[in-house]
């Protein structure tokens, strides 16, 4: 065993021993630089830099040349779109009053309108305030609407407008008038009958109407009591005294 030991110890210090020589045989002495190598491949682009301070002008060492020729004119654009309308200006001032004009041809009374109705109740509704005169008489260019009450103007100018209408009880009537549907004018008419007789409520203007404009006759809600009967009639009419000029 002591024996194996030895043998053991001994192969170690050989072994150290060899390596320790051969380091000292192969180390070479320092030797010169070689020869440069072939360039190697280019590399792959860096990345971009940043941008950096701008330059001084340039100097100009040309000589500037000759104006060119005009080019040939282009093709019209598209119109371009209307624009939105501006403001109206100032009215301006009256000009200078015209000439007299030339005397016209005299006129043909046949030739100008002339509206003008009559009707009387005889089996009216008895609904709303407005007193309808449901048989028409007289209706030239029909400006008068049975079913409504009212008369409808369809030619401006100034109109006459009566009524008389029956009653046994106090009664208050009005001549009423609108434009372009809101009331305007309201004429009240009113009397007493405390004896239960046969009474007439009369009532008359002259409107100037507009085109469009309605008349009617229109009750009291609390004295608008009117006869109705074969006995007595009443009436509502209207008629065109001149057109307007």
Known sequence: METSQGWL?????????????????CRAPNGKDGVAGIPGRPGRPGLKGERGEPGAAGIRTGIRGLKGDPGESGLPGKPGNVGFPGPSGPLGNSGLQGQKGVKGNPGNIRDQPRPAFSAIRQNPPTAGN???????????????????????CAVPGFYYFTF???????LCLSIVSSSRGQPRNSLGFCDTNSKGVF???AGGTVLQLQRGDEVWIEKDPTKGRIYQGTEVDSIFSGFLIFPSA
Do not use: H
Not at 10 to 25: G, P
């Open 199 to 201: 009474q007439v409520l």
């Open 9 to 25: 110890v001994a192969c170690v210090l050989a072994m150290t021993l060899v390596w320790t020589v051969a380091e000292d045989v």
């Open 164 to 170: 008389q209408v029956i009653s046994k009880w106090d």
């Open 130 to 152: 407005v007193v309808i005169f449901d048989k028409v008489l007289t209706n030239q260019e029909t400006p008068y609407q049975n079913r409504t009450g009212r008369f409808i």
